[in-house]
């Protein structure tokens, strides 16, 4: 049964009659909503703003708000008188004197007085629980992988236990909507389609993540990264958190699902990341090839270390795999955790070149490995790179 | 309904009663009306204080009354009988509590005249609140608000007080035990101490009571304004000793289990100012966004202070409505003071604090003295032992802000640091207090800052005190 349970009742009444009486003996009018906003930009609270015309006659008025069943917040309740429902009528005085609230009742009562008989244009506003908001994506990547298309849905999960009719709905950014919602229903509605998004396939590595342990082998995960940047075909706003759903173009005019994961909110100019999953034809083995304590003075000692990554790409195609290398972990695997900041620099020797500067902070390095794409007999070169660091002024 | 709320009775007697005679099951008796009730009420104790007037015959001789409060939350300790005329002819003579009526006391009044006085009847009661609240909404721009501060007045007291002037007091007074507790009570036993500091309360409340009078002001305004239109009551708002007197315009009448709410003021065009801040103590490890404004008359306030309540911030929404931005709990600002309110992180700015480059000098070792070694097949070695003993740490950082937000915005950075510690910055800063560092940046809309500095820790023998000295020049 759909009805609405939040009422507003008018009921004129002498300004001298007590209140327990006035809740007992009405003659009221059910203004019906004119317009209603739902702004859910908030990150915790949704606002729901609705204009009503109250008729309205000289003297003091009873304006009776109900709201049985809801999740109302009443102290966030604001009316606002915004002038006369028929501007050719004149301007009228209209004040709100007080608010009483009954016991035992979701239910309010404004007191208004107006200098002359006529309607009025109100707005109501007011916080409620139950009218939720979240985000969902479905990205649809080329067979390539080199661009997707990127569509951003808006859910509106009403459990306010209120119906609320053609409504305006705004949701921090885009476009405003107009849509009715009833009690209990979700609706979710595109928002945006985000067309020819470049995508970046990336595969990378972690010393924090083993595969096989006892092997030195490492997990290579696989990752969608979109850059949240006009020149990326999005930066129109930040991405609100919400789960991704990932399809890939099959080539033959429909699509495969190949995994979902949690998109993280991601400002403008951040990247989003998407977890595809491990790739199970990248070999990545890690071993400390050198591990050397240089003598300073006293207890103060220099380490030197060689970091040596064998890496075999069985894809047939060529790809780079991102190495991630701590280097304050890396500190307290070979010489223990002194609470100390790692003070280090990167030898001549080391094979992988500069560290990405954009992606790497002092202690936390990226780097690109090229890696050829598998021969036509199957195998695979190895790729051997060193990482040669010295590790300074430790004790 | 309403006779139905009414708890408080005030009996004449009509028989001379001994205090054996009270047991008896057959009385007479007359229930003289209220003339007058005054509610004073408090809101940083559970306390109302309330002075009813009423007019009582009485006869030559001694004149029994009976005063009862059943199913309310009054303070048994408090009760008090005053004449308001022919005081010299009147006197109470012993106020007895009845062992077998928990809510009930006698009065023996010796009266040296017949006929009519008047009497005033005071007492604490519980169950009846207030509070402040305040309702804030900004322009679109965010430069100015529409500040609506409210009275809310909630009675669970039991009883209904019809017409009652009510007046509230803004302040916190001191009481050593709780009405409410008190109303559960019987006839009191107190401890001398425990009387004696009730006293005083009772005498700060009173005291109040006395010096406040009703504004004249308030009272003509509506004495004018009765034959025009009804406009919300005013509140008239006076300063006493150290609190605020609100005296609510003519009378209210608020039922047992009711609530009201009341204008107490408005202010528009108030100017704000928005700042971000960075200060983890304070508010967590994410800027967050304020408000900043005055309780000031400059910025149309600062007619009284502003009392303890929840503040909720709207915004326009520049469509034709109402952006909800969030709401606080404001603590009491007083006259001149500064409003913050706290509207919490923005996700339209971007605050990270990124590490550029550590390196150690200045490294002191400690010299535990030679030790001599000698081996087996003969030779002699002679190692000194040493180990770190003091050291500098040297952090480069850079506090990176970005602000994706449609204006410019200030942040201010407030980082705190424990031991020995040297702060450098090409940015300008200062010291808030002896280990806090503070900066200012502004960031332009659509634009990122990086804020470098350079932290050096002293470390060990190295650490020669215990503050952070702010030193000039550029950061590597």
């Given at each position: 049964?759909?009805?609405?349970?939040?009422?507003?009742?008018?009921?004129?009444?002498?300004?001298?009659?007590?209140?327990?009486?006035?809740?007992?003996?009405?003659?009221?009018?059910?203004?019906?909503?004119?317009?209603?906003?739902?702004?859910?930009d908030h990150a915790r609270a949704t606002l729901v703003e609705e204009e009503r015309i109250v008729p309205l006659v000289q003297g003091v008025n009873q304006v009776d708000f109900a709201w049985a069943?809801?999740?109302?917040?009443?102290?966030?309740?604001?009316?606002?008188?915004?002038?006369?429902?028929?501007?050719?009528?004149?301007?009228?005085?209209?004040?709100?004197?007080?608010?009483?609230?009954?016991?035992?009742?979701?239910?309010?009562?404004?007191?208004?007085?107006?200098?002359?008989?006529?309607?009025?244009?109100?707005?109501?506003?007011?916080?409620?629980?139950?009218?939720?908001?979240?985000?969902?994506?479905?990205?649809?990547?080329?067979?390539?992988?080199?661009?997707?298309?990127?569509?951003?849905?808006?859910?509106?999960?009403?459990?306010?236990?209120?119906?609320?009719?053609?409504?305006?709905?705004?949701?921090?950014?885009?476009?405003?909507?107009?849509?009715?919602?009833?009690?209990?229903?979700?609706?979710?509605?595109?928002?945006?389609?985000?067309?020819?998004?470049?995508?970046?396939?990336?595969?990378?590595?972690?010393?924090?993540?083993?595969?096989?342990?006892?092997?030195?082998?490492?997990?290579?995960?696989?990752?969608?990264?979109?850059?949240?940047?006009?020149?990326?075909?999005?930066?129109?706003?930040?991405?609100?958190?919400?789960?991704?759903?990932?399809?890939?173009?099959?080539?033959?005019?429909?699509?495969?699902?190949?995994?979902?994961?949690?998109?993280?909110?991601?400002?403008?100019?951040?990247?989003?990341?998407?977890?595809?999953?491990?790739?199970?034809?990248?070999?990545?083995?890690?071993?400390?090839?050198?591990?050397?304590?240089?003598?300073?003075?006293?207890?103060?000692?220099?380490?030197?270390?060689?970091?040596?990554?064998?890496?075999?790409?069985?894809?047939?195609?060529?790809?780079?795999?991102?190495?991630?290398?701590?280097?304050?972990?890396?500190?307290?695997?070979?010489?223990?955790?002194?609470?100390?900041?790692?003070?280090?620099?990167?030898?001549?020797?080391?094979?992988?070149?500069?560290?990405?500067?954009?992606?790497?902070?002092?202690?936390?390095?990226?780097?690109?490995?090229?890696?050829?794409?598998?021969?036509?007999?199957?195998?695979?070169?190895?790729?051997?790179?060193?990482?040669?660091?010295?590790?300074?002024?430790?004790? | 309904?309403?006779?139905?709320?009414?708890?408080?009775?005030?009996?004449?007697?009509?028989?001379?009663?001994?205090?054996?005679?009270?047991?008896?099951?057959?009385?007479?008796?007359?229930?003289?009306?209220?003339?007058?009730?005054?509610?004073?009420?408090?809101?940083?104790?559970?306390?109302?204080?309330?002075?009813?007037?009423?007019?009582?015959?009485?006869?030559?001789?001694?004149?029994?009354?009976?005063?009862?409060?059943?199913?309310?939350?009054?303070?048994?300790?408090?009760?008090?009988?005053?004449?308001?005329?022919?005081?010299?002819?009147?006197?109470?003579?012993?106020?007895?509590?009845?062992?077998?009526?928990?809510?009930?006391?006698?009065?023996?009044?010796?009266?040296?005249?017949?006929?009519?006085?008047?009497?005033?009847?005071?007492?604490?009661?519980?169950?009846?609140?207030?509070?402040?609240?305040?309702?804030?909404?900004?322009?679109?721009?965010?430069?100015?608000?529409?500040?609506?501060?409210?009275?809310?007045?909630?009675?669970?007291?039991?009883?209904?007080?019809?017409?009652?002037?009510?007046?509230?007091?803004?302040?916190?007074?001191?009481?050593?035990?709780?009405?409410?507790?008190?109303?559960?009570?019987?006839?009191?036993?107190?401890?001398?101490?425990?009387?004696?500091?009730?006293?005083?309360?009772?005498?700060?409340?009173?005291?109040?009571?006395?010096?406040?009078?009703?504004?004249?002001?308030?009272?003509?305004?509506?004495?004018?304004?009765?034959?025009?239109?009804?406009?919300?009551?005013?509140?008239?708002?006076?300063?006493?000793?150290?609190?605020?007197?609100?005296?609510?315009?003519?009378?209210?009448?608020?039922?047992?289990?009711?609530?009201?709410?009341?204008?107490?003021?408005?202010?528009?065009?108030?100017p704000v100012r928005v700042q971000y801040r960075y200060r983890p103590q304070e508010y967590g490890a994410q800027p967050v966004r304020l408000y900043l404004l005055r309780n000031d008359s400059e910025?149309?306030?600062?007619?009284?202070?502003?009392?303890d309540g929840m503040i909720r911030i709207f915004r326009d929404n520049g469509r034709d409505g109402l952006r909800y931005v969030g709401e606080q709990t404001l603590k009491y600002v007083p006259i001149?003071?500064?409003?913050?309110?706290?509207?919490?992180?923005?996700?339209?700015?971007?605050?990270?604090?990124?590490?550029?480059?550590?390196?150690?000098?200045?490294?002191?070792?400690?010299?535990?003295?030679?030790?001599?070694?000698?081996?087996?097949?003969?030779?002699?070695?002679?190692?000194?032992?040493?180990?770190?003993?003091?050291?500098?740490?040297?952090?480069?950082?850079?506090?990176?802000?970005?602000?994706?937000?449609?204006?410019?915005?200030?942040?201010?950075?407030?980082?705190?640091?424990?031991?020995?510690?040297?702060?450098?910055?090409?940015?300008?800063?200062?010291?808030?207090?002896?280990?806090?560092?503070?900066?200012?940046?502004?960031?332009?809309?659509?634009?990122?800052?990086?804020?470098?500095?350079?932290?050096?820790?002293?470390?060990?023998?190295?650490?020669?005190?215990?503050?952070?000295?702010?030193?000039?020049?550029?950061?590597?």
């Amino acid at each position: 049964m759909r009805y609405s349970v939040l009422y507003l009742l008018l009921a004129t009444m002498l300004w001298h009659i007590p209140l327990e009486a006035l809740a007992r003996i009405k003659l009221i009018t059910l203004p019906p909503r004119e317009r209603v906003e739902i702004q859910l930009d908030h990150a915790r609270a949704t606002l729901v703003e609705e204009e009503r015309i109250v008729p309205l006659v000289q003297g003091v008025n009873q304006v009776d708000f109900a709201w049985a069943n809801t999740q109302i917040d009443p102290d966030t309740l604001v009316f606002r008188v915004l002038g006369p429902a028929d501007e050719a009528a004149g301007a009228n005085d209209i004040k709100v004197l007080s608010v009483s609230y009954p016991p035992n009742e979701n239910a309010l009562i404004w007191n208004v007085a107006a200098a002359r008989s006529g309607a009025a244009r109100v707005r109501i506003s007011y916080v409620i629980g139950g009218l939720d908001k979240s985000f969902t994506y479905r990205a649809l990547a080329d067979k390539d992988e080199k661009s997707l298309q990127l569509s951003q849905y808006l859910r509106i999960d009403n459990f306010a236990n209120e119906e609320y009719g053609d409504s305006g709905i705004w949701a921090g950014f885009g476009e405003r909507l107009q849509k009715q919602i009833g009690i209990g229903e979700t609706k979710q509605v595109l928002l945006h389609k985000y067309t020819q998004v470049p995508v970046t396939k990336t595969y990378s590595t972690n010393a924090q993540t083993y595969l096989d342990r006892p092997k030195n082998k490492l997990r290579v995960p696989m990752h969608y990264v979109l850059r949240n940047d006009q020149a990326h075909g999005l930066g129109l706003a930040a991405l609100p958190y919400g789960k991704v759903r990932i399809f890939v173009d099959d080539g033959k005019g429909s699509s495969a699902f190949i995994g979902e994961d949690w998109g993280q909110f991601t400002p403008l100019d951040d990247e989003l990341k998407l977890y595809l999953g491990v790739a199970q034809d990248i070999v990545v083995v890690r071993t400390i090839d050198k591990s050397e304590q240089k003598h300073v003075n006293g207890n103060l000692y220099h380490h030197e270390v060689t970091l040596k990554y064998e890496i075999e790409n069985f894809k047939n195609e060529a790809v780079i795999l991102d190495i991630h290398e701590n280097i304050r972990a890396l500190r307290d695997e070979l010489r223990g955790n002194n609470g100390r900041a790692v003070e280090w620099e990167l030898l001549p020797t080391t094979t992988l070149g500069a560290a990405d500067a954009d992606k790497s902070t002092y202690d936390s390095l990226v780097f690109h490995a090229d890696l050829p794409a598998r021969k036509a007999d199957s195998s695979a070169d190895k790729v051997v790179h060193y990482l040669r660091l010295l590790l300074k002024n430790e004790w | 309904m309403v006779i139905a709320m009414k708890k408080f009775f005030l009996l004449v007697v009509l028989c001379a009663l001994g205090t054996t005679a009270q047991a008896r099951n057959v009385d007479l008796a007359t229930v003289p009306e209220r003339a007058t009730v005054q509610l004073t009420i408090y809101n940083a104790e559970d306390l109302t204080l309330v002075r009813e007037t009423r007019r009582i015959s009485f006869k030559k001789g001694t004149n029994p009354l009976q005063f009862s409060w059943a199913n309310t939350l009054i303070d048994p300790t408090s009760v008090e009988l005053r004449f308001l005329d022919h005081r010299s002819e009147l006197e109470v003579l012993e106020t007895t509590y009845p062992h077998d009526k928990s809510h009930m006391l006698y009065w023996q009044v010796q009266s040296e005249m017949d006929g009519e006085a008047r009497i005033e009847i005071n007492y604490f009661t519980a169950g009846i609140s207030w509070t402040a609240d305040y309702v804030a909404l900004a322009d679109a721009g965010e430069e100015h608000l529409h500040l609506s501060s409210f009275v809310r007045i909630a009675n669970h007291s039991g009883e209904a007080y019809e017409n009652a002037q009510v007046r509230l007091v803004v302040g916190v007074i001191n009481l050593v035990e709780k009405v409410a507790h008190l109303a559960q009570g019987r006839t009191p036993i107190m401890p001398q101490e425990t009387a004696r500091y009730k006293m005083r309360a009772a005498k700060q409340a009173m005291m109040l009571e006395e010096m406040a009078a009703p504004a004249p002001m308030v009272a003509m305004d509506m004495m004018a304004g009765s034959a025009e239109m009804e406009a919300p009551k005013e509140i008239a708002k006076e300063s006493l000793s150290e609190y605020f007197i609100y005296t609510i315009d003519g009378t209210e009448t608020i039922p047992h289990g009711w609530a009201k709410r009341l204008r107490s003021f408005e202010a528009d065009n108030v100017p704000v100012r928005v700042q971000y801040r960075y200060r983890p103590q304070e508010y967590g490890a994410q800027p967050v966004r304020l408000y900043l404004l005055r309780n000031d008359s400059e910025s149309g306030l600062g007619l009284t202070p502003l009392p303890d309540g929840m503040i909720r911030i709207f915004r326009d929404n520049g469509r034709d409505g109402l952006r909800y931005v969030g709401e606080q709990t404001l603590k009491y600002v007083p006259i001149g003071d500064k409003i913050e309110i706290n509207l919490g992180q923005d996700p339209e700015v971007i605050f990270e604090l990124i590490p550029r480059q550590v390196w150690r000098d200045e490294i002191w070792l400690r010299v535990s003295g030679p030790e001599l070694y000698r081996k087996v097949d003969g030779g002699v070695k002679i190692d000194v032992k040493s180990s770190v003993a003091g050291w500098d740490e040297h952090t480069l950082y850079s506090q990176r802000i970005r602000n994706y937000s449609a204006k410019a915005i200030e942040i201010e950075v407030r980082r705190s640091y424990d031991g020995d510690v040297q702060w450098r910055s090409s940015h300008p800063a200062v010291l808030h207090d002896y280990r806090t560092v503070e900066f200012t940046a502004t960031v332009e809309a659509g634009a990122s800052v990086d804020v470098y500095h350079e932290v050096t820790r002293r470390e060990g023998y190295n650490q020669k005190k215990n503050n952070v000295e702010l030193l000039s020049g550029k950061v590597n």
